[in-house]
């Protein structure tokens, strides 16, 4: 029984190890059979994706091979291009692009990146945006193709300058990207490098370098030169060195970018282009600009080719032609480009496109720079309309193209034109930037200096007043400006003949000038002969004397013995000796003058003949007649030899003796000789001749100088009954006879005489020249003056109501013309009133005082008007 027992036991054992085995082993064949099932799972999943993979690329390259096929985006002209675009656009609607899957968000990115070659950043964001959408949705932030969908955002977000949105988008990429793919992957160095493109924008150069590094040393070591990344990344960091002023090291790193590009791409592909563009720009920092322009044409040439004239890049590099062309001298050349740039921007960006602007204000100024100021103008007026525009009155753009016109305006003589330009040049500037900042100065010179050469002396003095003493304050007493605006006030007293003020002024800017830049600068030169001509003009010979020799010597050492200031500077100097009894010493500096004058000029010379006669007049001043004979018949005898009689027909070229009495204003000496000259055309040339003609008029305008009127009014009477014959009574020079013996007949109270050449002249006139002419209108008031005088003052505003209105329609409501009429409109009513005190003529009169004084009031402001 034991060992039944114990056979019962071991059965039972058995049983149970066999049991545990055969169940293991069934464990087992199930284990065995779920991984099988897994497996199969695993492999009909992996053939699905497989197959969806497959299946979106030959969607996607069926949308390139469809749509795209036989088209090289970087091959593609302007014409191409827009072929493309119509394609992309039809694209919008496809099949490819409705449905919200993958394959949709591969081909909007692949349109995105065609956008982006192409330039067009605004249509290529939009659709970068929606497969960014799409495959965060379906595929989750962290996947690669989500990421380089970010990628390709930001690249378009930098082009358009939405640096705060690229900062962001970045930020975010750059650390998914580094998390998720490591700092190695194409991606995360694409990222680095924006980032470093972001920061260099903004000029964070240190941060910006550092980013470029990075990218470049990993890229040269996992990449390889060759690729395109690492050929990015040189580019960029050129460029950051052309910005840190690193030229020779840019100019490395572009030439080894320009070999790469060449071999991987071939010569004429954007990269390359954009490379030598580059390299173009470095060459113009260094003053290389045969080099730039070389290069520039080159690169020019193959983008118009390869990218199509309307490519942001070929648009640069128009511009970029005509920049090293303007730096070269050569603006005519500079143009062409110049528009062409500005015509594919007007086209691309708008008009009111900074870019744009700056372009039209650049071809204004290359018009001007040639002083071709007639052709700049509209440039000038167009960019400052888009500045208004765009900017506001305010902008410091918009208040320098108010300078600009101002300047082009005046270059022009266009006075008037240019006045309100400078009006609200200062305006602006005193209002935003007060009245003492040096930009408000020179605008107030600038306006006074036009005021000056418009002929408004006195308001143009106010301004220079002004401007020098806002120039002591800020820059005090002997600075140049000061120095040059107080020359400027004293240049005006001198034009004015107020010799005295001018000689004060020169005198300040003369002492100024000798303590700033010392007695042998250019200004301090400059000054001391322009304060002689002050001082000598005011009779102040004695002060002037010093002057004159100072500059003699000066310019004796700076341009010779044989110059023309020197024999100016001579016969000044003999001249102010003359004025003070130094007749010794006046002499000797004549006869220096002389020899110098025969010298430079020769015998036949007039400067040389005056001075021949004026040697002889001072001899004869000495008492030392028979001495001056010699020089009198010499003068002569040059006259008749060498310019031939024929050439006696001016005042200045009588004779010696004849000359210097009339520039004395000695006029009663000069009429023998003037009357020999005379005698002697009528016998050579006929009384009918033109100049002897002239010579008539000349002699009755001496002896009216003379107060001799009746010889002077029997010359021009004479001089008319022959214009009548020869020239006719319509003629100019008739005319011009006819008023001017009616003016002096009128100021001998001949006022009857007087009338009829008037009247005749007028009726001539309004049938030649029409009712409004100036001359026409200056008549009808010499009549209302004539019939003033002779009390008949109903017929006196008849005329003078004429003339104003004929002048309104001629100059405008507020022409300053217009003061003299009405000021004498409202002494004829107030003399009318007071012989018909009830007739209403003081109400009339006061009406015109009114106008005449909001008259005077506006033109102050600009003009100043000269005393009727």
């Known amino acids: ?145 989500t990421l380089q969908s970010m990628n390709t955002l930001s690249e378009l977000l930098l082009k358009q300058k939405r640096d705060e949105e690229a900062g962001d988008l970045l930020a975010s990429l750059l650390e998914t990207a580094r998390r998720v793919l490591g700092d190695e992957d194409i991606i995360t160095l694409e990222a680095l490098s924006n980032k470093g493109r972001l920061l260099r924008r903004h000029e964070n150069y240190e941060q910006s370098f550092s980013a470029y590094d990075e990218a470049l040393k990993t890229s040269r070591r996992v990449l390889g030169s060759d690729h395109e990344f690492t050929l990015i990344s040189i580019v960029r960091m050129a460029l950051l060195l ?92 500079a143009l062409p480009y110049y528009k062409e740039a500005l015509q594919g921007r007007r086209k691309r960006l708008g008009d009111d496109d900074p870019r744009t602007q700056s372009l039209v204000i650049t071809i204004g100024t290359q018009y001007a720079r040639q002083r071709s100021f007639e052709e700049s103008e509209p440039y000038f007026a167009e960019a400052l309309d888009m500045s208004l525009r765009t900017n506001g009155e305010r902008d410091p753009q918009t208040i ?3 300078e600009r016109m101002a300047d082009v305006l005046y270059k022009q003589s266009k006075y008037e034109e240019s006045i309100p330009f400078y009006e609200q040049a200062v305006e602006n500037k005193r209002l935003v930037y007060g009245n003492d900042d040096p930009s408000t100065l020179l605008a107030i010179a600038n306006q006074a200096r036009m005021l000056a050469d418009y002929g408004a002396y006195q308001s143009a003095i106010d301004l220079y007043s002004e401007a020098i003493d806002i120039s002591r304050r800020i820059h005090g007493s002997d600075h140049g400006l000061t120095i ?41 030169v400059r000054l001391a002969g322009t304060t002689a001509e002050s001082l000598y003009m005011n009779g102040q010979h004695a002060e002037a004397l010093p002057l004159f020799h100072e500059a003699l010597k000066v310019s004796r050492s700076q341009n010779g013995d044989d110059h023309a200031e020197t024999l100016r500077l001579l016969k000044r100097i003999a001249s102010s000796l003359s004025n003070q009894e130094k007749y010794p010493e006046a002499l000797s500096c004549y006869r ?4 110098t004058s025969r010298r430079i000029n020769g015998d036949q010379a007039l400067e040389t003949i005056q001075l021949i006669g004026q040697v002889g007049v001072l001899l004869h001043r000495m008492n030392r007649s028979r001495e001056a004979k010699p020089y009198y018949l010499e003068a002569l005898e040059l006259i008749r030899l060498n310019l031939g009689e024929e050439a006696i027909t001016t005042l200045d070229t009588v004779d010696p003796m004849g000359v210097w009495h009339y520039t004395r204003g000695e006029y009663t000496d000069s009429i023998p000789f003037l009357e020999e000259a005379l005698f002697r055309q009528r016998q050579r040339l006929g009384n009918s001749h033109p100049r002897t003609l002239e010579s008539l008029r000349n002699m009755g305008y001496m002896f009216y100088r003379v107060g001799m009127l009746e010889k002077s009014l029997s010359c021009l009477s004479e001089a008319i009954q022959i214009q009548r014959v020869v020239l006719g009574s319509e003629h100019p020079s008739t005319l011009t006879s006819m008023t001017r013996l009616a003016d002096l007949l009128a100021s001998q109270a001949r006022n009857d005489e007087a009338l009829n050449y008037r009247a005749e002249a007028l009726k001539i006139q309004r049938l030649v020249l029409g009712n409004t002419h100036p001359n026409t209108v200056d008549s009808i008031e ?87």
């Open 592 to 595: 220096d003058a002389l020899a």
């Open 484 to 524: 040059r605006l107080t020359n400027s006030i004293g240049n005006i007293y001198f034009k004015l003949s107020m010799y005295d003020d001018s000689a004060n002024y020169h005198t300040e800017a003369l002492s100024a000038s000798r303590r700033t830049n010392g007695e042998q600068h250019i200004q301090t």
């Open 1 to 145: 029984s034991m060992m039944t027992a114990t056979a019962f036991v071991a059965i039972i054992i058995f049983g149970g190890i066999l049991t545990f085995i055969l169940q293991a082993e069934a464990a087992l064949q199930q284990q065995n059979a779920e991984q099988e099932r897994l497996e199969s799972l695993r492999q009909q999943e992996l053939r699905a994706v497989v197959q969806e993979e497959a299946r979106r690329s030959e969607i996607v390259n069926g949308f390139v091979g469809d749509m795209l096929e036989d088209i090289h985006l970087y091959l593609a002209g302007s014409g191409n291009k827009e072929l493309i675009l119509r394609i992309l656009n039809e694209v919008d609607n496809s099949r490819w692009t409705r449905d919200y899957s993958l394959e949709a968000a591969e081909i909007l990115g692949i349109i995105a990146d065609t956008l982006l070659s192409l330039g067009e950043y605004a249509q290529g964001e939009r659709h970068a945006s929606r497969s960014l959408e799409i495959r965060r949705a379906l595929l989750g932030e962290d996947d690669r193709a």
């Open 400 to 402: 320098m193209l108010v």
């Open 782 to 868: 010499a009549i209302a003056d004539i019939y003033f005088h002779q009390k008949e003052f109903a017929k006196a505003r008849s005329f003078l109501v004429e003339a104003l209105d004929n002048k309104r329609v001629e100059l405008g409501e507020d022409h300053h013309d217009l003061i003299w009429t009405l000021d004498s409109l409202t002494k004829v009513l107030n003399a009318w009133d007071k012989t018909e005190p009830d007739a209403g003529h003081d109400v009339e009169a006061e009406k015109y005082r009114q106008m005449l004084e909001d008259l005077r009031d506006d033109s102050n402001t600009t003009t100043s008007p000269s005393t009727p």
């Open 242 to 333: 052309k910005s840190l002023d690193q030229l020779e090291e840019s100019m490395a790193l572009n030439r080894e970018a320009r070999l790469i590009s060449r071999r991987m791409k071939g010569p004429e592909h954007p990269t390359t282009l954009s490379i030598m563009n580059n390299m173009g720009t470095l060459y113009v920092e260094n003053q290389s600009f045969e080099l730039a322009r070389s290069l520039y044409e080159e690169t020019l040439q193959a983008s118009r080719r390869v990218r199509g004239d309307d490519h942001p890049s070929t648009l640069n590099l128009f511009n970029n032609m005509g920049h090293v062309l303007t730096k070269l001298g050569k603006h005519d050349q």
